[in-house]
């Protein structure tokens, strides 16, 4: 099966630094129900992209929850904006997910992390 990403203007696609990390993302719905627990993705102030098999639907809604390196506990509203679903170019498969609802201080937060954490 081939990647299913919207259109999007290439320039788009990294307005925000990116960081790989390593930690635990729990994701579901509001009630927890479906909850699954992933740990290797990268992030930015915009989103985070999981590696997983375990496919959302493109749009779906849903509630996320990780920790960074120094404490911060941080939890978003995300919508999946794309996945991709096979190993092309040399990329696991996974999804791509916006943040729709995150807090000033999670920004705040990230963006830090982001700034003394560098690939």
């Known amino acids: 099966m081939a990647e299913q990403h919207p259109k999007q203007d290439p320039a788009e696609k ?13 994701l ?11 740990d290797s993705a990268n992030i930015s102030t915009g989103g985070a992209f999981l590696e997983t098999e375990i496919l959302f639907e493109i749009g779906e809604e849903l509630d996320i929850h990780f920790a960074l390196d120094g404490g911060l506990e ?5 919508r999946i904006a794309w996945v991709k679903t096979d190993h092309s170019g040399g990329l696991p498969p996974g999804m791509g997910i ?5 807090s000033d201080e999670a920004k ?6 982001l700034d003394h954490h560098h690939d």
């Open 108 to 113: 705040v937060g990230i963006h830090e992390y």
């Open 74 to 78: 941080v939890t978003a509203h995300g």
């Open 14 to 26: 990294r307005r925000n630094h990116r960081h790989s990390v390593s930690t635990e993302f729990r």
């Open 28 to 38: 579901g719905d509001e009630g927890g129900v479906g909850a699954i627990i992933l």
């Open 98 to 102: 916006q943040f729709v609802d995150l």
